[in-house]
T-cell receptor, first 112, second 120 residues
């Protein structure tokens, strides 16, 4: 079955530091990959997505590249801000199925 | 666009009572909606898939009689926690995707803001 492995947090960074949150997956077929972000007390929001190999999703300074050879979709940002403090979820779906498989979520704390 | 509204955002109820949570797609129709439960260490558990006009599909281990799901229209799904107990206290989140007629795996989910349920 499908699965998503994501680094456990919390990840604590100083403002303007470089961020990487690792995500690897196993899936049947050719999945679409997503990063969602959850701010405190809220639901999840789509951050970025990629639907085929070598696609790069980007939004709000965050980027992730769909690497089929390494089955990875790592999230990066060059300079984090305090406002980026949130929980980040890597996710996929594939095979035309309705269900989305989520990683465990990584909590990011950015300190001034 | 593609807004999912969830209500209420917080609810406190006494043990043994029932609580209904509503999930609405405000600007699109959704034949399918998903209900998640989020645990303290942030992980999301899919509870069930809500299907408009038919029975919900529950994930293994989720009690159908305890978590009643109704999807009576293309824009509304409800989750009723029946005979709630303190262990049901959690953060419940619904989601849906815009169905465009092409394979669904390219479409992201849109989430409600969640409902914090506290059972005393």
């Amino acid at each position: 079955g499908n699965s998503v492995t994501q680094m456990e947090g919390p990840v604590t960074l100083s403002e303007e530091a470089f961020l990487t949150i690792n995500c690897t997956y196993t899936a049947t077929g050719y999945p679409s990959l997503f990063w969602y972000v959850q701010y405190p007390g809220e639901g999840l929001q789509l951050l970025l997505k990629a639907t085929k190999a070598d696609d790069k999703g980007s939004n709000k300074g965050f980027e992730a590249t769909y690497r089929k050879e390494t089955t990875s979709f790592h999230l990066e940002k060059g300079s984090v801000q305090v406002s980026d403090s949130a929980v980040y979820f890597c996710a996929l779906n594939s095979g035309g199925y309705q269900k989305v498989t989520f990683g465990i979520g990584t909590k990011l704390q950015v300190i001034p | 666009g593609a807004v999912v509204s969830q209500h209420p955002s917080r609810v406190i109820c006494k043990s043994g009572t029932s609580v209904k949570i509503e999930c609405r797609s405000l600007d699109f129709q959704a034949t399918t909606m998903f209900w998640y439960r989020q645990f303290p260490k942030q992980s999301l558990m899919l509870m069930a898939t809500s299907n408009e006009g038919s029975k919900a599909t529950y994930e293994q281990g989720v009690e159908k009689d305890k978590f009643l799901i109704n999807h009576a229209s293309l824009t509304l799904s409800t989750l009723t926690v029946t005979s709630a107990h303190p262990e049901d206290s959690s953060f419940y989140i619904c989601s849906a995707r815009v169905e465009t007629g092409v394979p669904p795996f390219n479409s992201p989910l849109h989430f409600g803001n969640g409902t914090r349920l506290t059972v005393t």
